[in-house]
């Protein structure tokens, strides 16, 4: 038996929070968390991973960056004006409908709709993974802020690979084949 608090592909479903347009000029980092969260996004896709995307009031921050929105695959989407996702209009009841209970979380802002989310959904009774590597603020200390918040309530800490590499569970596959080709 695996540990509960390794992500396992039938149980674990990955969620993009806000990564919009607006925070192209404001993000110093933003093209590495475009790339990490491409390669989760690619990667959701090879395992067959559902996938949920929310936007926080797109008429005023845009639509999701382009590079983003270019890979992903089939996917549940939510408008938002609320910051946490829980609050969006079908959100929790879309996520139960997937019947898994890990959730991979990436996006922005840490401090605010990321740490709101990833709150709430623990408090729903989710098991939460949130990813260093995938997750940005405006100002790097309420990145810090949000992730210390995050992983003391209970959140599990990660990065891209070692949640692809856990999911993934072993070498030699052909899954495994295809994840290592997007993080080389």
């Known amino acids: 038996m695996r540990h509960p608090r390794i992500l396992d592909s039938q149980q674990a479903m990955l969620l993009i ?10 993000l110093k980092d933003l093209d590495l968390l475009t ?8 990667a959701a896709k090879i395992l067959k991973i559902p996938v949920m995307l929310s936007e926080q009031y797109p008429q005023g921050l845009g639509k999701t960056i382009a590079e983003i929105s270019a890979c992903l ?3 549940k989407y939510f408008e938002k004006t609320a910051f946490s996702c829980c609050q969006a209009k079908g959100f929790l009841e879309e996520l139960e ?4 209970k890990q959730v991979i ?3 922005i802002e840490a401090h605010v709709c990321v740490n709101q989310t990833v709150h709430e959904l623990m408090a729903n009774g989710y098991t939460v993974h949130i990813i260093k590597d995938a997750i940005a603020s405006r100002f790097e200390r309420n990145k810090e802020l949000g992730w210390e918040k995050m992983v003391s309530s209970g959140a599990v800490p990660s ?13 030699g596959t052909e899954p495994f084949k295809a994840v290592q080709r997007l993080v080389k």
């Open 17 to 26: 929070v806000d990564v919009q347009e607006s925070f192209r000029k404001q």
């Open 35 to 42: 790339r990490n969260i491409t390669i989760l996004a690619e």
């Open 73 to 75: 695959g089939e996917h």
């Open 97 to 100: 409908g997937f019947g898994r």
């Open 105 to 107: 979380v990436c996006g």
């Open 159 to 171: 990065s891209v690979e070692m949640a692809l590499f856990e999911m993934l569970a072993e070498s």
